[in-house]
């Protein structure tokens, strides 16, 4: 589960290291993100795309993860994310 978070959206990718391709992702620019248009890269907004980012893992299997936080402080809006990713279902 890679994290990464721009000044302005927050992406996360479901990767298989061994295969180099992305298996699941979410992001706050997604077309299949609800209400898209009113998120930005805070945690508040985090705390949606963690739990869509579960959701979306949960639908292709993938209920065990290694979390990549890009170098970020685990924080604010990376432990707002990591947070719900748990509450919905997600192991790391």
């Not at 209400?35 to 579960?54: E, F, H, P, W, Y």
Request: glycine residues 8%.
């Amino acid at each position: 589960m890679a994290v990464c978070f721009t000044n302005k959206n927050i992406h996360v990718q479901f990767i298989d290291d061994l295969a180099g391709k992305t298996l699941a992702a979410a992001s706050s620019t997604s077309k299949a993100t609800a209400d898209r248009d009113k998120l930005a890269a805070n945690a508040v907004s985090a705390k949606t795309i963690g739990a869509l980012a579960a959701q979306a893992a949960i639908g292709k299997g993938i209920k065990q993860v290694v979390f990549d936080r890009s170098g970020a402080r685990f924080h604010g809006k990376v432990k707002a994310l990591a947070d719900a990713a748990r509450e919905a279902g997600l192991q790391f």
